[in-house]
């Protein structure tokens, strides 16, 4: 029952690093999402995907890119990191879109100093 | 875009009680769900629930999209329900949820 698996739990960037966020989920959703939740707010979307190799912007794309080879991989990847970055970042996916239930990952705290 | 706006933002209550939890929305949607994120900063599904009513357990969910609000319901709270529930929104034809801005919830003994 692994569900949605984030890696790392944690990461500590310099500015300007990078690094790619890795999601994968083991339900066979078409439907991957991730997300940024800053401090004591709220879930703003940053890239969506309805299936494998196609992909799309959400709220808050910039300096983030993502990829979907596959079905059950999602990475996100982050260039040149910024304090501005400094989140928590959740992977979700879903059968059906608007459709049926999202399930989260258990997040990545990111720090960028 | 849609507007969606949670009350109270921060609620606490003693182990027992009961609270609702209020979502609206400024646009018709396709569905709404319910998340608890707890303590620790994990997500978890409560409920999907495009309209109508739905339970599990103590608690409860209602859905009026006609006249754009939800309401969560907590009978008999416990400390383990503490933690931020958020309701999230898809609207027409996009395949993404926009969230709430969520309710904290702190359950005293």
């Known amino acids: 029952n692994a569900g949605v698996t984030q890696t790392p739990k944690f990461r500590i960037l310099k500015i300007g690093q990078s690094m790619t966020l890795q999601c994968t989920q083991d339900?066979?959703?078409?439907?991957m999402y991730w997300y940024r939740q800053d401090p004591g707010m709220g879930l703003k979307l940053i890239y969506y995907s309805v299936g494998a190799g196609i992909t799309d912007k959400g709220e808050v794309p910039n300096g983030y890119n993502v990829s979907r080879s596959t079905t059950e991989d999602f990475p996100l990847r982050l260039e040149l990191a910024a304090p501005s970055q400094t989140s928590v970042y959740f992977c979700?996916?879903?059968?059906?879109?608007?459709?049926?239930?999202?399930?989260f990952g258990n997040g990545t705290r990111l720090t960028v100093t | 875009g849609i507007q969606v706006e949670q009350s109270p933002p921060d609620l606490i209550l003693q182990e027992g009680a009961n609270s609702t939890l209020r979502c609206n929305f400024s646009d018709s949607v396709n569905n709404l769900q319910w998340f608890h994120q707890n303590p620790w900063g994990q997500l978890i599904n409560l409920f999907y629930?495009?309209?109508g009513t739905k339970q599990n357990g103590r608690l409860s969910a209602t859905t009026v999209a006609t006249e754009r609000y939800s309401l969560l319901y907590i009978s008999s709270s416990q400390t383990t329900d503490s933690g931020v529930y958020f309701c999230a929104v898809y609207t027409g034809t996009a395949s993404k949820l926009t969230f709430g801005t969520g309710t904290r919830l702190q359950v005293t003994l």
């Open positions: 979700a996916s879903s059968a059906g879109g608007a459709f049926s239930p999202l399930h």
């Open positions: 339900m066979n959703h078409n439907y």
């Open positions: 629930i495009p309209s």
